[in-house]
Nanobody, 127 residues
Framework: QVQLVESGGGLVQAGGSLRLSCAAS????????MGWFRQAPGKEREFVAA????????NLADSVKGRFIISRDNAKNTVYLQMNSLKPEDTAVYYC????????????????????WGQGTQVTVSS
């Protein structure tokens, strides 16, 4: 069992940057693949970014490639999402997710493959 807590959301103007953090606690002796998903009002939850258990593989949604970076610090049990050149369409609640898996790539882009979820953090980008 692992608990996830997101932080770093807020209000930012278009073109600005934010860095989201997701801190894991509990059974952190296991290694987890981590993902970020987002959900805008009236829309389905969508994949944003994911990183494999050892950080050796990352993947990003096409909509954020070149603007967002996912990274992790296993010593701190934390995964980060650096968001640059933010757009109003990035406005959403951002959720961190974790799963005890060695899979990477497209497997980590599917929300159903994650066992653990945080409560979410709001990101609002004004135009």
């Amino acid at each position: 069992q692992v608990q996830l807590v997101e932080s770093g959301g807020g209000l930012v103007q278009a073109g600005g940057s934010l860095r989201l953090s997701c801190a894991a606690s509990g059974r952190t002796d296991y290694r987890y693949a981590m993902g970020w998903f987002r959900q805008a009002p009236g829309k389905e939850r969508e994949f944003v970014a994911a990183i494999s258990w050892n950080g050796g593989s990352t993947n990003l949604a096409d909509s954020v490639k070149g603007r967002f970076i996912i990274s992790r610090d296993n010593a701190k049990n934390t995964v980060y999402l650096q968001m640059n050149s933010l757009k109003p369409e990035d406005t959403a609640v951002y959720y961190c997710a974790a799963d005890r898996t060695y899979y990477s790539g497209s497997y980590l882009a599917r929300a159903n493959n994650y066992a653990y979820w945080g409560q979410g953090t709001q990101v609002t980008v004004s135009s």
